[in-house]
C-alpha cells in the first residue's frame, strides 16, 4: 500500500555493510550492529545528482528497512511483511545515495495456481521527503520491473494506491500501470479509507536491470 508522508531522516551505512556514525541532533555514538542504528535529520544537506545504489535486504540488515519504513509509512508492518520482503529479492531492495538509505521498494510473489506462474505486488515504495523528486522512486520501479522480467515466470506488476493521491497515480501511469479497480474501505486507520489497483503486464517492459546491486 502506498502513502505519501513528509519526513526528513537519513542514516548512513557503508557500502561495504559495516555500520558508520549516524549523526545525531545532540551528541552522537558509533553504531555497533544494524539493532542501534537510528535515523535521523540532516536539515542543511545540499543534494547534487543523485547517483543510486541498490542493497538487498537480508537477516543483517532488515531492521534497517523496517525503520525507514516506520518513518515514511503510517502503518507498523507485521513481521509477515518483513518474510514476503526477503523472499522477494532482487525485487524488494533499499536505495542508497552516497552511503545513505534514502528509500525502498517492498515486493511480495504470489503464485498462481492454474498457471504455475505468479504476479508481483508492491507493497510499498517510499522515499524520505528531502529526495523526492530526483529519480529515486522511478529508479527503484525500473530496477524491480526489470527485475520482473527477467524472473520469466512473473505474470503482471500490480498495487494500491489511495484514491486522492494523485502525484502516485500520475507517477504510476508515467510507468504503463493501468487502472483495474476501486476497492472500498481498503485502509482501516486513515481517510479516506477507498483505493485504486493498477496494474501493468510485465513481458513488454522495456530496459535493463541495474548493475549496481549491493548484496549482504
Same mark, same amino acid.
Given at each position: ?45 545540499? =543534494?547534487?545528482?543523485?547517483? &543510486? ?11 534497517? !528497512?523496517? /525503520? @525507514?519504513? $516506520? ?19 532482487? =525485487?524488494?531492495?533499499?536505495? &542508497? ?11 511480495? !510473489?504470489? /503464485? @498462481?495456481? $492454474? ?24 529508479? &527503484? ?76
Amino acid at each position: 500500500d502506498l502513502y505519501v508522508r513528509t519526513q526528513e531522516l537519513t542514516c548512513p551505512i557503508s557500502k561495504t555493510m559495516s555500520v558508520e556514525v549516524c549523526s545525531m541532533p545532540e551528541g552522537g555514538e558509533k553504531a555497533r550492529d544494524y539493532e542501534n542504528i537510528i535515523f535521523t535529520s540532516d536539515d542543511n544537506q545540499k =543534494l547534487e545528482k543523485l547517483e &543510486l545504489n541498490f542493497l538487498e535486504p537480508c537477516d543483517k540488515n532488515i531492521n534497517v !528497512l523496517k /525503520k @525507514l519504513n $516506520a518513518h515514511i509509512f503510517p502503518v507498523n508492518y507485521q513481521e509477515k511483511f518483513y518474510v514476503d520482503c526477503l523472499a522477494s529479492v532482487p =525485487l524488494t531492495v533499499m536505495a &542508497l545515495y552516497s552511503d545513505f538509505v534514502i528509500g525502498a521498494i517492498c515486493c511480495r !510473489l504470489e /503464485k @498462481l495456481p $492454474a498457471s504455475g506462474k505468479s504476479n508481483l505486488y508492491i507493497m510499498t515504495l517510499g522515499v524520505f521527503a528531502p529526495y523526492r523528486r530526483r529519480g529515486v522512486g522511478a529508479q &527503484l520501479l525500473a530496477n524491480t520491473m526489470a527485475h520482473a522480467k527477467e524472473e520469466q515466470n512473473i505474470e503482471n506488476v500490480y498495487l494500491h494506491v489511495q484514491v486522492n493521491n494523485e502525484e502516485a497515480i500520475e507517477f504510476y501511469k508515467q510507468f504503463g500501470f493501468k487502472y483495474k479497480e476501486t476497492l472500498k474501505n481498503y485502509y482501516r486507520r486513515i481517510e479516506p479509507p477507498d483505493c485504486f489497483v493498477y496494474s501493468r503486464s510485465v513481458n513488454d517492459w522495456e530496459g535493463p536491470a541495474r548493475d549496481t546491486k549491493l548484496s549482504c
